[in-house]
């Protein structure tokens, strides 16, 4: 039985009664055909999932993420069916207006370590390029608690950056983390410098999103993982032109 399923034409997206998440999707020789079940229960981002962008009365939106799905089933690369698994990551985000008029993009990292921790984390950049006071993010443990973390409890810090020659933009492809709290040290790594996805004519955006690689500490314990980066804001009008 079908609980919510979203499709366009034959692509499609839908949960059944199980809790399984199924997506499917082709298009000249390229296409998804997988099965994803949450490995630890939905958490709520911020005050009880209400993730605040901003000073102004509705400037934020309701966010929550399932961190860690294991995922299996087929991709289909060049026409040809390939198997897979691993592990995936579902965020959900909505609201009505989101930035203000100062605020130019933004910094998010979601990420999964293998001692069984995910972390979810962003940066709101101001026109200054200071981080903006509703910057946060969330810790999950192994079992599936979460945490939140506020802006004075992360620090990070940009490393080498990578120029793109379509767009003439600067992206930080590197990037350090520490929590302090959570006795957490990490190193990201874009998996490939060009991840730029050029939308300007379609959406009015041109960004980077994509793969990242994490080396680190926990609890003095070393440790690795994958993750995905989003940045925002580094080229082309500001998101809060786009977002309010």
Same mark, same amino acid.
């Given at each position: 039985?079908? *609980?919510?399923r979203v499709w366009n034409?034959?692509?499609? +997206?839908?949960?059944?009664?199980?809790?399984?998440?199924?997506l499917r999707a082709a298009d000249n020789g390229i296409? *998804?055909?997988l099965i994803l079940d949450p490995a630890k229960p939905p958490i709520? #981002?911020?005050a009880e999932g209400v993730s605040a962008k901003g000073d102004e009365p509705g400037n934020g939106s309701h966010y929550y993420s399932e961190t860690r799905m294991t995922t299996a089933g087929s991709l289909i690369v060049d026409g040809k069916k390939v198997a897979v698994q691993g592990l995936s990551w579902m965020d959900h985000e909505f609201g009505t207006t989101f930035l203000e008029a100062k605020q130019k993009g933004w910094d998010w990292f979601s990420i999964q370590l293998d001692d069984g921790t995910d972390l979810m984390l962003f940066q709101l950049r101001r026109d200054d390029n200071s981080r903006d006071r509703h910057s946060s993010g969330t810790f999950v443990d192994k079992d599936g608690q979460a945490?939140?973390? +506020? *802006?004075?409890q992360f620090k990070l810090d940009q490393g080498a950056s990578w120029k793109s020659q379509a767009?003439? +933009?600067t992206y930080p492809i590197e990037w350090?983390?520490?929590?302090?709290?959570? #006795?957490?040290d990490l190193n990201i790594k874009a998996a490939l410098a060009d991840q730029e996805l050029r939308a300007a004519q379609?959406?009015?955006t041109t960004y980077w999103e994509g793969s990242v690689d994490i080396k680190g500490k926990h609890n003095g314990r070393d440790v690795t993982g994958r993750g995905y980066l989003e940045m925002t804001g580094y080229t082309g009008r500001a998101m809060s032109e786009l977002l309010r």
């Amino acid at each position: 039985m079908t *609980v919510t399923r979203v499709w366009n034409e034959d692509w499609e +997206a839908h949960l059944d009664s199980s809790g399984h998440h199924i997506l499917r999707a082709a298009d000249n020789g390229i296409g *998804v055909d997988l099965i994803l079940d949450p490995a630890k229960p939905p958490i709520q #981002n911020d005050a009880e999932g209400v993730s605040a962008k901003g000073d102004e009365p509705g400037n934020g939106s309701h966010y929550y993420s399932e961190t860690r799905m294991t995922t299996a089933g087929s991709l289909i690369v060049d026409g040809k069916k390939v198997a897979v698994q691993g592990l995936s990551w579902m965020d959900h985000e909505f609201g009505t207006t989101f930035l203000e008029a100062k605020q130019k993009g933004w910094d998010w990292f979601s990420i999964q370590l293998d001692d069984g921790t995910d972390l979810m984390l962003f940066q709101l950049r101001r026109d200054d390029n200071s981080r903006d006071r509703h910057s946060s993010g969330t810790f999950v443990d192994k079992d599936g608690q979460a945490c939140g973390i +506020a *802006v004075d409890q992360f620090k990070l810090d940009q490393g080498a950056s990578w120029k793109s020659q379509a767009s003439g +933009a600067t992206y930080p492809i590197e990037w350090h983390i520490s929590i302090p709290d959570k #006795n957490l040290d990490l190193n990201i790594k874009a998996a490939l410098a060009d991840q730029e996805l050029r939308a300007a004519q379609s959406s009015g955006t041109t960004y980077w999103e994509g793969s990242v690689d994490i080396k680190g500490k926990h609890n003095g314990r070393d440790v690795t993982g994958r993750g995905y980066l989003e940045m925002t804001g580094y080229t082309g009008r500001a998101m809060s032109e786009l977002l309010r």
